[in-house]
C-alpha cells in the first residue's frame, strides 16, 4: 500500500502507471532533475509533468521562460479529487489558431482490500484524448508559433 507522500499523495503503483503508460506512448518527463527520479528512471513526484516529445514535430527548444512554445503535457491534477490533467501544445497568451487547452480527467484511485492491491488507472478516455491531441501536436510548426508570441495575433493585417 505504498504511497508517495511528499505533496499530494497518491498510490506509488498510479505514479509508476500513467508513468509507463506515457512513456510507452513516446512521452518523456519534463524537467527530470527538477522532479527527481529513482535509478530506474521512474517518477517519485506525484508533481510530475510529462510531454510528447515528439511535440512541434520533435524538434529540439531552449527552454526561455514565457517565449517558447508549450509542448503536449500531462501530469495528475489534486483538486476536487484525482485526475488526469491534459494540456495541449500551444501558447498560453497565443492567438485564436494557437492557444493552450485544458482537459482534465477524472479517475478512480481505490485499494481492493480483498486482493491488497491498487486498482489499476483506467487510461481509455486518457487514450482516446491522445489519439486526437499527439497528430495535431506533431503537426504543429514551431516557429509559426514563436512568430505569433513575438509579433502579434496570427492573421492580424499590419
Ligand atoms: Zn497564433
Redesign the pocket.
Known sequence: MERVLHGPSIAEAHLHGLHDYLTGRGWVITMPDYYGTDEDGRPTDPETRWRYAASYGGVVMNSVEDSTPCSLACGFGFEGGLSVDVSTAG?WR??????VAEHSLPVEEHYDEAADRWNDLDFTELGALLDRLEPAARALDAR??I???FFG???RDL
Not at 94 to 99: D, L, N, T
Request: charged share 20%; proline share 13%; hydrophobic share 20%.
Open positions: 501558447n497565443g492567438c485564436e489558431a494557437h492557444p509559426e508559433l512568430e505569433c508570441l495575433p496570427c492573421g
